[in-house]
């Protein structure tokens, strides 16, 4: 039987280190990554201060590279674009989707996969408590209604077995 599902507060910012999306040059897997910054300052002592730790990181500098044909790119802008198969960054379309259940069911990357996996499969899940109260801006909180369901889950779990097949062969 598969282990409980606890939600450990994560949300989507979280998974976006690193972004499997189609390279604008040759249509092969390339990769968003975060460039490290130095104004980032873990700030821990409130859950508000640290969403506003999570903001910065979000916005700091992209690496688009390409190991398939040396494509480079650098975002450096202010707007992301959220929403959709999509990286927030450049607005290229994810590696990793794939049609499930009428919808499409999409990640950023292994990390993402996996917490999709462990959410889906799980027969129990766990709130996130911070402070005594439930908090609604999870990642777990905030996933299609049609991924949560019971009745989808044979094939939301088919579905994240393929994207699981384009990770490991591109
Ligand atoms: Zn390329």
Redesign the pocket.
Known sequence: MAAPFSDSGQTLEDFVETVYVH?P????C?QVRRLPSDEEIILADDSGRQSSWRFRRSFSSRKLS?L??S?TSIWKGTAQQKGGPYDWYFGLPLWLQTPCCGEILWAFNEEHLSFLESYVTAKQRIKFHAQGRIRNGTMASRLPIWIKSAKNRDEVVKGIARLKGMLERS
């Open positions: 390279c040059q040759c249509h092969q390339a390409c398939h044909c494509y």
